[in-house]
Nanobody, 121 residues
Framework: QVQLVESGGGLVQPGGSLRLSCAAS????????GNWYRQAPGKPRELVAA????????NYVDSVKGRFTISRDNAKNTMYLQMNSLKPEDTAAYYC??????????????WGQGTQVTVSS
């Protein structure tokens, strides 16, 4: 079955670091763009970082540039989000997903279950 399984969330103090992992199975992960989203209570889901299928291109929301790094290891069917210099504003549920878009306009989209990151002193 198709699955994205996240790990690495938790409670951390401001200025600390966490690394989130997302393990993919049941589909050809190396053909998909990878994304990390986050959602805080009462706020819309926000795209945090994106990485191309081969890992050659990345993009970040301005608020995390210089602090977060998205990466992937296609041989291990896994992508990561390294989170440094964490701030209370980073507190949210974090979700990974994988996307393939077709010329027909259709998309194939898979989501992980979410993992909670809480930044608090």
């Amino acid at each position: 079955q198709v699955q994205l399984v996240e790990s690495g969330g938790g409670l951390v103090q401001p200025g600390g670091s966490l690394r989130l992992s997302c393990a993919a199975s049941g589909f050809t992960f190396s053909s998909y763009t990878g994304n990390w989203y986050r959602q805080a209570p009462g706020k819309p889901r926000e795209l945090v970082a994106a990485i191309s299928s081969a890992g050659s291109s990345t993009n970040y929301v301005d608020s995390v540039k210089g602090r977060f790094t998205i990466s992937r290891d296609n041989a291990k069917n896994t992508m990561y989000l390294q989170m440094n210099s964490l701030k209370p504003e980073d507190t949210a549920a974090y979700y990974c997903n994988a996307v393939m878009r077709f010329e027909s306009g259709r998309s194939s989209i898979y989501w992980g279950q979410g993992t909670q990151v809480t930044v608090s002193s």
